[in-house]
């Protein structure tokens, strides 16, 4: 059963517009939440983290929003640029549980394409 | 300065064969992960290590062994491959669990099992 879920496989959106990529998750012990970035023939890239006492953080062009009501986050990416085709990773972990619990549980990936 | 190595970078196997993954990091950090990525498949954990000579299971760790004999290098083993293994293997190492310090992955090992 997965614990977390990115139910959209693909987003294209045209440059300079808002990407949202979306995330859901079922286990209300996660209190760590992040997005990697993956080209490829590479491995994934850190882009952004949000602990559970936030709602919002913001890095840039990129911002996260945390709905723990909804166990729902979202990755915005504004302005979008072509770079940043890629495909995108949500993350999760429970890390005040310790042990294994701490270990990241990633989604399914959502592959962003930004057309000029 | 590398970060994080793996070798090699793709591999052909045959059903019944072994071989071993190397992971290499420089940046001295304590915690080691091997995951496998799947088509259409998130990354999924395999074995993971908290610190030199400890290791434990992640989330699918059947037909793998792993060894964090020094602190910069974790090898992932297949003693005996199955097509069900072929997959890209990406190691990943960290300071600490996934918060402040996030995980740093290596390029990925795509193994091909026949």
């Known amino acids: 059963d997965q614990q977390v879920k990115q139910n959209s496989p693909s987003l294209s959106v045209q440059e300079g517009r808002i990407s949202i990529l979306n995330c859901d998750y079922t286990?209300?012990?996660?209190?760590?939440f992040l997005w990697y970035k993956k080209y490829p023939a590479e491995g994934p890239t850190f882009l952004i983290s949000?602990?559970?006492?936030?709602d919002k953080n913001e890095d840039g062009r990129f911002t996260v929003f945390l709905n723990k009501s909804a166990k729902h986050l979202s990755l915005h990416i504004v302005p979008s640029q072509p770079g940043d085709s890629a495909v995108y990773f949500c993350?999760?972990?429970?890390?005040?549980?310790?042990?294994?619990?701490?270990?990241?549980?990633f989604g399914k990936g959502t592959k962003l394409s930004v057309k000029p | 300065n590398a970060g994080v190595t793996q070798t090699p970078k793709f591999r052909v196997l045959k059903t019944g064969q072994s071989m071993t993954l190397l992971c290499a990091q420089d940046?001295?950090?304590?915690?080691m992960y091997w995951y496998r990525q799947d088509p259409g498949m998130g990354l999924r954990l395999i074995h993971y290590?908290?610190?030199?000579?400890?290791?434990a299971k992640g989330e699918v760790p059947d037909g793998y062994n792993v060894s964090r004999l020094k602190k910069q290098n974790f090898l992932l083993g297949l003693e005996s491959a199955a097509p069900s293994q072929t997959s890209v293997y990406f190691c990943?190492?960290?300071?600490?669990?996934?918060?402040?310090?996030?995980?740093?992955f290596g390029p990925g090992t795509r193994l091909l099992v026949l």
């Open positions: 290590s908290v610190g030199e000579g400890t290791t």
């Open positions: 993350a999760a972990s429970a890390i005040n549980y310790g042990g294994s619990q701490g270990n990241l549980i």
């Open positions: 949000i602990s559970s006492i936030k």
């Open positions: 990943a190492s960290s300071t600490d669990r996934a918060t402040q310090e996030t995980q740093y």
């Open positions: 286990n209300s012990m996660f209190d760590y």
């Open positions: 940046m001295n950090h304590e915690y």
